[in-house]
């Protein structure tokens, strides 16, 4: 089983959806966690931040992390073709020298 | 900020040849680097783990001989990919600790490198 584990996809909604990407974790010494969003033949890129539990919102996107069921979520209001890429969650425990373990990505198309 | 960047972006090379990739912290001081290799369609596969001024860590399974790592300041470090292979073909991309998220275990990531061996 592996530590992080996230559906590949892929997920095509409409222009204006909500889209919820989630990924399931099995370490409870998790603390620290991340999604990244990576365009084709790009470098992922820093999108949300959260340590511990709750939630946190940076425009349209909004991150939950829900430590008691090991699971974390992202949510994508007004969903624009801009956001088509591929979203990979991530996470650490803090006590690797700064290594995370990322999900598989789930890659996302919104059409208009 | 938090700006990384790459260099270079795509190369071709022939086999038995050495490659290298730099990895450069633009704004900021980097405690930690990581280097990463992804094939289409797939996650990130860390190789190894480098700190300024110290020797890299290097993933299970990942030849330390052949992926030569050398962090020589708080904003460069540069991979080496030595007698490259076909099957050394990859996506490889780079990613930073910036000192002031100390603890956190952000990284921010370069744009990546498209290596290809003929």
């Known amino acids: 089983q592996k530590e992080v584990e996230q559906d590949p996809g892929p997920l095509s909604v409409p222009e204006g959806a909500i889209v919820s990407l989630n990924c399931t974790y099995s370490n409870s010494a998790f603390q620290y966690f991340m999604w990244y969003r990576q365009y084709s033949r790009k470098g992922p890129e820093l999108l949300m931040y959260t340590y511990s539990s709750g939630n946190k919102e940076d425009g349209r996107f909004t991150a939950q992390v829900d430590k008691s069921s090991k699971y974390i979520s992202l949510f994508i209001r007004d969903s624009q073709p801009s956001d088509s890429a591929t979203y990979l969650c991530?996470?650490?425990?803090?006590?690797?020298?700064?290594?995370?373990?990322f999900g598989q990505g789930t890659e996302l198309s919104v059409k208009p | 900020g938090a700006v990384v960047s790459q260099h270079p972006s795509r190369v071709i090379c022939k086999s038995g040849t050495s490659v290298k990739i730099e990895c450069r912290s633009l704004?900021?001081?980097?405690?930690?680097m990581f280097w990463y290799r992804q094939f289409p369609k797939q996650s990130l596969m860390l190789m190894a783990t480098?700190?300024?001024?110290?020797?890299?860590?290097?993933e299970q399974g990942v030849e330390k001989d052949k992926f030569l790592i050398n962090h020589a300041s708080l904003t460069l470090s540069t991979l080496t990919v030595t007698s490259a292979h076909p099957e050394d073909s990859s996506f490889y991309i780079c990613?930073?600790?910036?000192?002031?998220?100390?603890?956190?275990?952000?990284?921010?990531f370069g744009p990546g490198t498209r290596l290809t061996v003929l």
């Open positions: 704004d900021f001081q980097a405690t930690t």
């Open positions: 480098s700190n300024e001024g110290s020797k890299a860590t290097y």
């Open positions: 990613s930073a600790s910036d000192l002031r998220d100390w603890g956190t275990d952000t990284q921010y």
């Open positions: 991530a996470m650490s425990a803090g006590s690797q020298g700064g290594k995370l373990i």
